[in-house]
């Protein structure tokens, strides 16, 4: 769990008790208490500890907490609370399996996820993503991806190996050109402008990847800032990806996000989601972002 995380463990941790709360409030939404009940509890309690409460909820109940609240709330509010159960690499193996076998291949979602975990994470959410669909990702990508982008994203997950836990996918420095050259056949030396290098030479998708590439080599908060401000600016809110990032992060670097975010746009993280989402939606959101 990461220092700059905004959810801790909660300190005096009963999973039980958590667990009776949610049952009883999921029965009683007709108050707002109920939906402050569940906020407080699921924004509070880290993510090792929601799965306590999940496994807690069908101990004492017999029932799936997650088909609960797929069924007793609604909307985004729904699907973050439902997603906020999940451990950390079922999520993102949820996230990879939908952006390989949607209508069209998201591959924005496919780098963000790939480039920004550790090289253990990668290796939790293979074997989630395998558990879950039995299928490996190296498949899926394999069959949904091609060209560059199919290359990129395999070397990705092929570089991941038994006791590398503590490299991380995008570990490389503006001075090793070394997945350019492989990909490429690109003669570059060691002081070239890669990014330049990228516009000149590649496009579409694989050029996106490479840049984000370089961009979480320079600032991986400042990465995740810019992917927040476009899921909120302009027109509609992209609510995939902001419930992904503030999920994802919460626990690891979200205080430097939201540092990096406030400079970046002279307005806080908060300020634009209070501005962009709305009820029990945004009341959840904010009380990840704000503690």
């Known amino acids: 769990m990461g220092e700059q995380g905004t959810v801790k463990p909660c300190k005096h941790f009963n999973p039980e008790r958590d667990a009776g709360l949610l049952y009883g409030n999921l029965r009683g939404l007709a108050s707002d208490s109920s939906y402050s009940a ?16 999940l496994f ?20 985004d509010f729904q699907q973050t609370a439902a997603s ?17 076998k949607g209508l069209k291949i998201e591959a924005r979602v496919l780098v963000e996820i790939l480039l920004t ?13 395998s558990v879950k669909y039995h299928r490996s990702l190296e498949t899926d990508i394999e069959q949904s991806c091609s060209g560059n982008l199919k290359t990129f994203l395999l070397k990705i997950v092929a570089e991941v190996r038994d006791g590398d836990e503590t490299r991380t996918s995008a570990d490389i420095s503006k001075r090793d050109a070394t997945v350019l050259k492989e990909i490429s056949h690109a003669n570059l030396s060691p002081d070239c402008d890669i990014q330049k290098k990228i516009s000149s030479e590649f496009h579409g998708e694989f050029k996106d990847a490479l840049k984000s590439q370089l961009k979480v080599i320079e600032s991986k908060p400042q990465f995740f800032v810019e992917k927040l401000y476009r899921s909120m600016k302009g027109v509609g809110t992209d609510d995939e990806t902001l419930m992904r990032i503030i999920i994802t992060r ?8 939201k540092t990096s975010f406030q400079a970046t746009h002279g307005k806080s993280l908060s300020k634009f989601i209070e501005g962009d989402t709305s009820g029990s939606y945004r ?5 990840i972002v704000d503690q």
């Open 56 to 75: 807690g909820y069908h101990a004492m109940y017999g029932r799936d907490l997650i088909q609960d609240i797929k069924s007793g709330l609604s909307g």
């Open 283 to 287: 009341k959840l959101l904010l009380a």
């Open 38 to 53: 569940i906020i407080n509890i699921l924004s509070k309690r880290s993510s090792a500890q929601r799965v306590e409460i």
């Open 117 to 129: 975990r550790s090289a253990e994470e990668i290796k939790c959410m293979k074997e989630s993503y």
């Open 250 to 257: 919460c626990e690891v670097d979200l205080r430097d996000i």
């Open 84 to 100: 906020m159960l999940l451990t950390p690499a079922e999520y993102d193996a949820t996230s990879l399996y939908k952006a390989l």
